[in-house]
């Protein structure tokens, strides 16, 4: 990145506001984590879905959720 003689900036990063890091972040960490948990299911084997009561057929709608839906 080239600087000029004013306002040079060595990093592209901003500043996480306050209010972003209590408010959306961890919005942010729950969608990743529930993303991760219905990978994880839908690549459960059958035996294993078996022992915890799902059928293959629920664990993929389940899995094919949006990482929004927390329903």
Not at 5 to 11: G, I
Not at 28 to 51: F, G, I, N, T
Request: glycine share 2%; proline share 6%; hydrophobic share 40%.
């Amino acid at each position: 990145m080239a600087c000029g003689s004013t306002n040079c900036t060595t990093s592209p990063v901003l500043p996480i506001s306050r209010a972003w890091r209590r408010h959306r972040l961890p919005l942010l960490l729950r969608w990743l984590q529930r993303a991760r948990s219905r990978a994880d299911l839908a690549a459960l084997e059958d035996h294993m879905l078996k022992d915890i009561g799902l059928t293959r057929e629920a664990a993929q709608r389940e899995a094919r959720r949006p990482f929004w839906d927390r329903h």
